[in-house]
């Protein structure tokens, strides 16, 4: 039997750029623990997501909230292929605390993460070809330094053409429509970002939520497919990478930096994780 459902990918941002199906489409129900943005260059289909269909066309984007079930059928074929550029984004990374100096777009962003029944397919072939210079240049941006500006602009930019095109409205309206509870899997995310940095406590994590221990373990395997652990050493791992490469900071003194007291235990993790040592990977990626 096949499966039905993707494993969710734990990367806080990940970004497929004109990808082209001619043959072979496989649809699949799945979903992302993070947003998904979904951009359409070519292709003829169908999106299926809270309990709506959409069509696949040229200049279409569309956004999937974290954990959302959702679909893409689409008919390919030689002569009608099917090119798309996808971004995943953890809603930590590129998320509303990022957009305090613009409230519109933070709450717009906001509403379309967490509204109920919000529309998630935008018809944008009348701006199509700014868009692709939009694409372009953030595809370009991404083999710089300064790529983790880029993506939050580039964020700020789809933002703004969704809302000039479907939500020409003022921030108060946007504000006040109705939210769909955090699952308790994004709850925990957020206690991790406030605490990562913090020796890992998972009884003072379950007292502050108020939930008991094995719950919150198994609440969140069931909502990404993940463990706790394994969620708490990416995140770590991202930051020890960032600073790795943005400072001169002793190994010893960014594994303390990330939760992680044991300087042995540290590098081995991150050579489980990454690939290779800390001092080695800021000798290939320290910033000049």
């Known amino acids: 039997m096949n499966n039905l459902f993707e494993q969710i990918d734990l990367k806080p941002f990940n970004w497929v750029y004109r990808r082209v199906s001619e043959k072979d489409f496989q649809g699949y129900y799945h979903w992302h623990q993070g ?12 999106v299926i997501v809270n309990q709506q269909t959409y069509e696949i066309k040229r200049g279409m984007l569309f ?7 959702h679909k893409i059928h689409v008919e390919v074929s030689p002569e009608t292929p099917y090119e798309r550029s996808i971004l995943h984004f953890g809603t930590l990374m590129l998320g509303e605390s990022n957009l305090n100096h613009f409230p519109g777009l933070n709450s717009l962003l906001k509403q379309l993460q967490y509204g109920v029944n919000e529309l998630q397919a935008f018809d944008l072939e009348d701006i199509y070809s700014y868009l692709y210079e939009v694409y372009e240049i953030f595809n370009k941006s991404l083999q710089t330094k300064n790529w983790e500006e880029d993506a939050q602009l580039f964020l700020m930019q789809l933002l703004s053409c969704i809302r000039l095109k479907d939500y020409n409205t003022d921030t108060n309206a946007i504000s006040n429509l109705p939210l769909r509870p955090l699952l308790y899997s994004e709850r925990l995310m957020n206690w991790i970002e406030a605490h990562y940095m913090e020796p890992f406590n998972l009884e003072q994590l379950a007292d502050e939520l108020h939930l008991s221990k094995s719950y919150l373990s198994r609440s969140f395997k069931r909502e990404t497919g993940s463990n706790l652990t394994e969620y708490l050493t990416i995140r770590r791992i991202k930051e020890a990478c ?6 001169h900071k002793s190994v010893e003194f960014i594994g303390e930096s990330v939760g992680i007291k044991n300087a042995s235990y540290f590098i081995q993790l991150f050579k489980k994780v990454i690939g290779i040592t800390p001092h080695q990977y800021r000798l290939t990626h320290q910033k000049a």
Do not use: S
């Open 242 to 247: 960032q600073l790795l490469e943005m400072t």
């Open 63 to 69: 956004f999937f909230q974290p954990f959302q079930l």
């Open 35 to 46: 947003c998904e943005l979904l951009f359409v260059y070519r292709g003829k289909g169908r």
